[in-house]
């Protein structure tokens, strides 16, 4: 050894402190029990990337293991390996000899195998006059016996984490077709509504996945593909309804005009004050309310709602309901409008709505005037909640990228 270096048939290693550790570690952890060579390796195979291993450095550890004569590693047996390079490199499919050394050191590394050098650096092993081993030098597995379990645990932790962005690829593959079959439909039959640019946000999704996406993109990206679904089916919902809705009006004034023909039945605003809003009886008879989004989504798109709640936390949709009236009050909202917007859109909507207007506070002139442009839309089923909480998604996953 030379400043710190040791001489093996590789060239010179540094001896880290970290090599020291994880070999006294292994040494306090050698088990009395066996266990299968070949589950161990399958098991490393399943963690390369944990260890950051390359095929080819499995292939070295394959063939190193092929050197070991038993089934099962035991520490009763010895569980030192010593072929040479050449011998090493034909089981590993004949790989050239810098690479065999760089990937015998990557095994080293990542405390799988320790090295164990004779006096001049050679690999052999001393043999009785039976002919049973005594001592040898070579390369020690033993930190695979020690570690047979923790491999296990990492290999299976990895084999489920797989599993589970398989099941988000196939969950997001579904979505995108549900989006792309209702966006296509919805213009085949000119449903009401701005379509084109629904679908400019399904394709701005889409180009947001690189070609080969890790699975925090996935979930990222299937969540707001399941918002836009839901955004289109809400919005094709309140369209039909709203059609049969009117199909019956049209049906019951028929019945009243019949039975009472010098009646006038009218709908007017009430004062000048209401010019332009929808007439009350109307409201309650044709609006319908769409479904409520997943609150953990309103809240990871509009956080500062939660300054407002009771307690500074919102962990049930009535939490939100509460502290949507001291942002109501707080923004000059009046009491009416944000009555007429819970008739509408119903009560969670409503809120959600003056969630996502006190995150844009900064740029709304009349939150009272917005909101009610907002009621007026929803009642024509020209309104949905989806994208305004998909900007306030990325507006906020934008303020994180920068001050992280």
Known sequence: MRNGNVTTPFGRRPMTLALVKGQLETAGRNSNKAVDKWKVFRDVCEAKDIFGLQDRALAVLHALLSFYPDPDLSDERGLVVFPSNAQLAIRAHGIA???????????????????????????????NRGGEIEEAFGFNLAPLLARAAELAG??????EEKLRFKRAKEALTLCRRDVRKLISAAMEEGADGDWAAIEDLYLALIARLPRLPRRDQVDAVLEEMELLRQEVINRLEMQVKAEKMNGNAVQHGQHIQNSKPDSIHEFEPSSKNEQGEMPRQEVKRFAVQPKAFPLA???????????????????????LLSAAVPVRSMLGVSPSAYQEACEIMGPENAAVAMACILERAGHINSAGGYLRDLTRKAARGEFGLGPMLMAALRANGAVEKRTG
């Open 97 to 127: 000899g810098t690479t065999l050394r760089r990937h015998l050191a990557a095994l080293v590394d990542a405390g799988l195998i320790q090295r164990r050098d004779s006096p001049n650096g050679k690999r052999y092993a001393h043999r």
């Open 154 to 159: 990492i290999a299976q932790q990895v084999a």
């Open 297 to 319: 989504m309103v809240l990871k798109a509009c956080p500062q709602i939660c300054d407002y709640a009771p307690d500074g936390r919102i962990t049930h949709w009535r939490d």
